[in-house]
């Protein structure tokens, strides 16, 4: 069975893509009814375009979380999937489409939340980085933890090295978490 989900962007939307390379197979159980951008320009549409999924654009203002519930109140999403979103949603949002909303992370949560995770894990001489995928909560980067990938620091990484092996793990990890959670509904 097909569950409907929306996915969230605001740039190039590699995850996006890794989850609409999975969503004709019969056997994966989410249809995304919606991509949906707070950036009017962000690759991920044309991803979507490609895809013929329907798209839109959503103005990165204050109204900018009502207009997001109009679209979740009409499509019923199973999951709201935040890939790549570059906005701290409202605590009422947040609130209302509780345990609904996930999220990918680039680092072992809850080490390095926020921005700049590569650089710092290297300035700090970690021997492990990875991803996470959460729940959102009203703290950034601290909801309950659903998934992680983790992989090596090599001798010669730099931050643009780290940031591809761990988005190439972020391809596998997210579709995989998405089909689990919809596979339990
Ligand atoms: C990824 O590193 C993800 O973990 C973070 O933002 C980046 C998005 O990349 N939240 P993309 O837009 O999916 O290519």
Request: charged residues 25%; glycine residues 6%; hydrophobic residues 35%.
């Amino acid at each position: 069975m097909k569950h409907n989900i929306i996915v969230v962007i605001s740039g190039d939307g590699s995850n996006l893509q890794a989850i609409i390379d999975k969503i004709h197979r019969t056997d994966y159980p989410a249809k995304i009814t919606q991509i949906i951008s707070n950036q009017k320009n962000a690759h991920g549409l044309q991803r979507a375009k490609n895809a013929k999924i329907t798209t839109k654009y959503i103005k990165n203002d204050k109204l900018f979380e009502d207009n997001l519930q109009k679209i979740i109140d009409e499509d019923r999403p199973k999951l709201i999937v935040l890939a790549g979103f570059m906005r701290i949603l409202n605590g009422d949002f947040v609130e209302n489409n509780k345990g609904k909303i996930i999220n990918i992370h680039p680092s072992l949560l809850p080490k390095y939340k926020g921005l700049n995770t590569h650089q710092r894990v290297i300035n700090d001489k970690q021997k492990k980085h990875g991803a996470t995928v959460h729940y959102v909560s009203n703290k950034l980067d601290s909801g309950k933890i659903i998934s992680q990938v983790e992989i090596d620091i090599l001798s010669g990484d730099t931050a643009d090295t780290l940031k591809k092996r761990v988005l190439e793990q972020e391809h596998h990890l997210y579709p995989k978490t998405i089909q689990q959670l919809l596979e339990k509904l």
